[in-house]
């Protein structure tokens, strides 16, 4: 399936993408647009448009995508809630959660846009050992190792 999402991403933007494809849909292929051509992108395209204004798997209530997409599509892994409220704490202000990790999450990804990279792909390729990590981390933390 394809999704689509605005370019130049960052916290919710790489997290999402994450997400979708360890819990969702494996062979997801993620587009990039312009915040103003992400609808015709995803009509175009037939893509699933997440992190945009006025979308199902967008922000509301003060919650992220990220969240959103875990209630869509009930993922009922306690690491991943954890793991959510970091990834909101980084995205979102205010923060609902407070987790003491959000703040270096948020850094990190700043750090990453700052690289040089090609583009929104290479970002997410090389940024997704972080979401491993703290997913890894989340996980050790709920059991108590």
């Not at 130049?8 to 819990?23: G, N, S, T």
């Not at 893509?47 to 959103?68: M, Q």
């Not at 609902?96 to 990190?108: M, T």
């Not at 750090?111 to 997410?124: N, P, S, V, Y």
Request: with cysteine.
């Amino acid at each position: 399936m394809k999704w689509v999402t605005r370019e130049h991403v960052k916290v919710d933007r790489v997290a999402c993408p994450w997400l979708i494809k360890k819990f969702i849909d494996p062979e997801a292929e993620f587009l990039f647009a312009p915040a103003g051509e992400v609808m015709g992108v995803a009509e175009r395209e037939g893509a699933i448009p997440f992190d945009v204004s006025g979308v199902e798997l967008g922000h509301h209530g003060g919650k992220c995508s990220f969240e959103a997409i875990i209630e869509r599509y009930r993922v009922e892994d306690a690491a991943i809630r954890l793991l959510a409220q970091i990834v909101h704490g980084a995205d979102v202000s205010p923060d609902l959660y407070g987790r003491p990790e959000a703040p270096g999450l948020k850094a990190i990804a700043e750090g990453f846009r700052h690289l040089g990279l090609r583009d929104d792909h290479e970002i997410l390729e090389r940024e997704f050992i972080v979401y491993d990590a703290l997913h890894a981390y989340c996980r050790a933390s709920l059991s108590g190792a």
